[in-house]
Every structure is written in structure tokens, then in C-alpha cells.
């Protein structure tokens, strides 16, 4: 766990991309996950390569916001909002690398 998180509090990281990377991406998504970090990715439709957005969003199409030039940012918002909120209403929860069932 970083410093200052709360017991409570899930850990979001969002990531807005142009979905290419210079680098080794996996590892990085990997470390995240084993720390108990959600990623959201933000990125525009037809940009980018198509294995970085799923290495980010874990193969899950529901952590991926796709923007496009007739997308209703309104409409983009409340979806990602609503993401948040049914990972903050999960009841597990990641401290010292264990994960523990709040009751």
C-alpha cells in the first residue's frame, strides 16, 4: 500500500493515452495490480495500438472510455463516474497485501 491510503478508499488510477507507449507496459500495469490498483483508461477511438489499451484496462472493455469526435462528453463523464463508484462500493478491500471481506 502507498503512504497515506485509506483502509476504505480504493486505489484509481486513470490513464489518458494516446495508446502508445516507449517502453515495457506490462510490467508496469502488473505492479499496479498486485497492489490492488484499479486502472481506468481514457483514449480516443482509432488511436494508438490496440494491445496497449488492453494490457491497461486488464482485457476488461468496461475500464476503457472511448472518446470520438461526436461523443457526448456528459455522457463519457457519468459512465466513468458510475465505473468509480461501483469500484469504491466493492466490499474488498487491499492492506498489507491482503485482501480482506468487509463486513
Known amino acids: 500500500m502507498l503512504q497515506g ?11 489518458m493515452t494516446d495508446g502508445f507507449t516507449e517502453g515495457q507496459l506490462q510490467p508496469a ?6 497492489k490492488g ?3 481506468l483508461t481514457v483514449t480516443y477511438e482509432d488511436v494508438g495500438d490496440a494491445d496497449n489499451i488492453r494490457q491497461l484496462s486488464s482485457g476488461n472493455k468496461d475500464n476503457v472510455f472511448l472518446l470520438d469526435d461526436y461523443t457526448n462528453e456528459h ?15 466493492s466490499k474488498t478491500v487491499l492492506y498489507n497485501d491482503m485482501h480482506i471481506q468487509l463486513l
Open 5 to 15: 491510503d485509506r483502509v476504505n478508499a480504493p486505489n484509481i488510477v486513470v490513464v
Open 29 to 34: 500495469v502488473d505492479k499496479a495490480h498486485s
Open 37 to 39: 490498483v484499479h486502472l
Open 75 to 89: 455522457l463519457v463523464a457519468a459512465s466513468f463516474a458510475a465505473k468509480i463508484r461501483k469500484i469504491a462500493s
